[in-house]
């Protein structure tokens, strides 16, 4: 079964909105990241927070880690038409270097 | 895209006949992995590899195997390919970052099971 649920499964927003995505995990992690696919593409690496941290920003990209509730958010700001894909949060785990990956929130941001 | 390529990007083929998917990297990462992406899914590991000839069963290995004999070299194969197996295939390196390890992903292999 998989470690993450991602919430919601699809968001749409308007240009210029915020988007929020939530994801949980059921076991103790070393980190949590997040990661976008756009449409026929591969994914591509947003951020990493590691599980001593509690906020990290990236340019428009701000997420959050709260390991009591075993919780994480993706927040994008100012969103632009080209965020329109799949976001997907991946809890990172020592053993073999693995990360497992929720089913992921997809993103349309109309103009 | 952490120098990965994966062959061939897309492939049909009729159930029964063996596959064979190959994905090759160009930085000498140690850390190597299939996986597969089905709607509904999201990405569930097959296998991965820690080294040459060094791997490792992952969530949804049955009906796969892999091979490493070379670092640049990670091949996924299905021994008799059947529908379920109709899927995006994914490759990723794992790469040592200050945070973590970070995945690396190729771009995918289209495969369908007719």
């Known amino acids: 079964s998989q470690q993450g649920e991602e919430d919601p499964q699809a968001l749409s927003i308007q240009e210029g909105e915020n988007a929020t995505m939530n994801c949980s995990y059921k076991?103790?992690?070393?980190?949590l990241q997040w990661y976008r696919q756009n449409s026929g593409r591969g994914l591509v690496h947003l951020i990493l927070i590691r599980s001593n941290e509690r906020e990290k920003h990236s340019g428009r990209l701000r997420v959050t880690l709260d390991t009591s509730k075993k919780s994480s958010s993706l927040l994008i700001t100012a969103s632009r038409a080209a965020d329109t894909a799949s976001y997907f949060c991946?809890?990172?785990?020592?053993?073999?270097?693995?990360?497992?990956f929720g089913g992921g929130t997809r993103l349309m941001v109309k103009p | 895209d952490a120098g990965i390529t994966q062959s061939p990007r897309h492939k049909v083929t009729e159930t029964g006949t063996p596959v064979t998917l190959r994905c090759h990297q160009t930085e000498n990462h140690r850390y190597m992995y299939w996986y597969r992406q089905d709607p509904g899914h999201g990405l569930r590991l097959i296998h991965y590899?820690?080294?040459?000839?060094?791997?490792d069963k992952g969530e949804v290995s049955d009906g796969y195997s892999v091979s490493r004999s070379k670092t640049e070299d990670f091949l996924l194969t299905l021994e008799s390919a059947t529908s379920s197996q109709t899927s995006v295939y994914f490759c990723?390196?794992?790469?040592?970052?200050?945070?973590?390890?970070?995945?690396?992903f190729g771009p995918g292999t289209r495969l369908l099971v007719l």
């Open positions: 990723a390196i794992s790469e040592s970052t200050s945070g973590g390890e970070t995945q690396y």
């Open positions: 991946a809890s990172g785990l020592s053993a073999g270097n693995m990360l497992t």
């Open positions: 076991t103790s992690i070393n980190n």
């Open positions: 590899s820690y080294g040459v000839k060094d791997t």
